[in-house]
């Protein structure tokens, strides 16, 4: 497994490949110092910081979520809710905020790629509007693809293959990411709020808010 770290701080760098030495080929880039690679493809998850010179890493991952479609975290010290909610919308799967431990940073990682890499069960998932194929992690609404996040989508697929039944913010993150421990639930209500944005321009709103609870797929939309 191969992971790429991005900061502007050379002490962050060394603490991230000391932490994950003899799990992970870890590569690291002292930006904007060092030049982020051409082909970024090879990695398993990228690390970056949110606050750098120059190009913040918000716009680092505006360019490259494109063609980047690994598990993308984010690194910051920054502790508004506000500024989680823009990182999650454009497109980071996880936020980390500073100074965080090291059993944190390797429950975090271990836990999307874990995820990333498990194996798919079934071809499709299906009802009248609705098309999920697993092993390629693709959603169709009416024959459209919707374009999710990889949190997203395995929001998505756990909602629909259980319709009716009420999931809380910490049974999703848990059911998703594999641990809870040191999870910040207010991701899951950003993913859900993307995902029902994205869902909406096809004409469905299927998730559902049980008050207090937490969320669920109607079982008629």
Not at 89 to 112: C, M, N, Q, T
Request: charged share 30%; hydrophobic share 40%; net charge negative.
């Amino acid at each position: 497994m191969r992971i790429l770290a991005i900061d502007d701080e050379q002490d962050i760098l060394q603490l991230i490949e000391k932490a994950l030495r003899g799990q992970y080929q870890v590569d690291t880039v002292h930006f904007p110092i060092q030049m982020i690679p051409d082909d970024l493809s090879v990695y398993n998850l990228i690390i970056m910081d949110v606050m750098m010179p120059k190009e913040s890493g918000y716009e680092l991952l505006i360019k490259i979520r494109d063609i980047v479609d690994c598990p993308i975290i984010f690194l910051s010290a920054k502790a508004l809710e506000e500024d989680l909610v823009y990182g999650l919308s454009i497109g980071a799967d996880d936020y980390i905020r500073k100074p965080f431990s090291v059993a944190e940073l390797r429950a975090r990682i271990a836990a999307h790629i874990r995820r990333d890499n498990r194996e798919q069960v079934g071809n499709v998932i299906r009802d009248e509007q609705v098309m999920i194929y697993p092993k390629e992690c693709v959603l169709k609404v009416n024959g459209n693809t919707v374009e999710l996040t990889k949190s997203e989508f395995d929001i998505v697929t756990l909602l629909f293959k259980n319709k009716g039944q009420i999931f809380s913010k910490g049974q999703i993150y848990e059911l998703i990411y594999g641990y809870d421990k040191d999870g910040d639930e207010s991701a899951i209500t950003e993913h859900i709020k993307n995902l029902r944005r994205k869902l909406k321009q096809f004409g469905i709103e299927p998730v559902e808010t049980v008050w207090g609870v937490g969320y669920r797929w109607k079982k008629q939309i």
